[in-house]
């Protein structure tokens, strides 16, 4: 079955310090790939997605992304966490489903916090 | 306001009472998605709706009934609440056009407690 897993549950990084999280999809294709982040009470924002092409995608807020296809990953990074990042993070795979209901299957999240 | 909103934010109820939670949009969004988000398990789909009157099982349907008689608004019925289904409640629309990457835009969500 497909899957995404984000394998840390919760990382700890001082402010300034970098940051990468990790994602890694089970599918047999390329997927669409996003990243979304939970702050607190609130609903989920798209950080960044990629759909083909250029192998590292830029987001907001300064995240950026990598796609290894060898590796089925798709790693968010950020050089330079600020104490605002502290938030939750999902990982998400489109599975291209069949016409334009795109089903979006999420990874378990992983819980960032920032330490001044 | 211009958005994607769900009342009530937070409700708890006890097992066996129905409970509806609703999704309000204003963008016109063909598609309308429910998620639960549980501790574990990220976002499960629950139904999602492609049009008014059009709705389809996600991967978690059991003990959720949809309707949409109107674009704009997707309410969720848990018609016999069990306390497996305290969760935070999120719903979500997307355009629908044909041709493109259709984003889906989420709401704030609703935070459930059956007791």
């Known amino acids: 079955a497909q899957s995404v897993t984000q394998p840390d549950i919760h990382i700890t990084v001082s402010e300034g310090a970098s940051l990468e999280l990790r994602c890694n999809y089970s599918?047999?294709?390329?997927?669409?790939l996003f990243w979304y982040v939970q702050s607190p009470g609130q609903g989920l924002q798209l950080l960044l997605k990629y759909f083909s092409g250029d192998t590292l995608v830029q987001g907001i807020k300064g995240f950026e992304a990598e796609f290894k296809r060898s590796q089925s990953s798709f790693n968010l990074r950020k050089p330079s966490v600020h104490w605002s990042d502290a938030a939750e993070y999902f990982c998400?795979?489109?599975?291209?489903?069949?016409?334009?209901?795109?089903?979006?299957?999420f990874g378990s999240g992983t819980q960032l916090t920032v330490l001044p | 306001d211009a958005g994607i909103t769900q009342s009530p934010r937070y409700k708890i109820t006890e097992t066996g009472r129905q409970v509806t939670l609703m999704c309000h949009q204003t963008?016109?969004?063909?598609?309308m998605f429910w998620y639960r988000q549980d501790l574990g398990h990220g976002l499960r789909l629950i139904y999602y709706s492609a049009a008014a009157d059009i709705t389809d099982k996600g991967e978690v349907p059991d003990g959720y009934v949809v309707s949409r008689s109107k674009t704009e608004n997707f309410p969720l019925t848990l018609e016999s609440a069990t306390r497996s289904q305290t969760s935070v409640y999120f719903c979500a629309s997307s355009t629908g056009l044909v041709g493109t990457y259709n984003e889906q835009f989420f709401g704030p969500g609703t935070r459930l407690t059956v007791l």
């Open positions: 998400a795979v489109d599975l291209l489903s069949s016409g334009s209901a795109r089903q979006l299957t």
């Open positions: 599918y047999g294709a390329t997927p669409y």
């Open positions: 963008w016109s969004h063909s598609y």
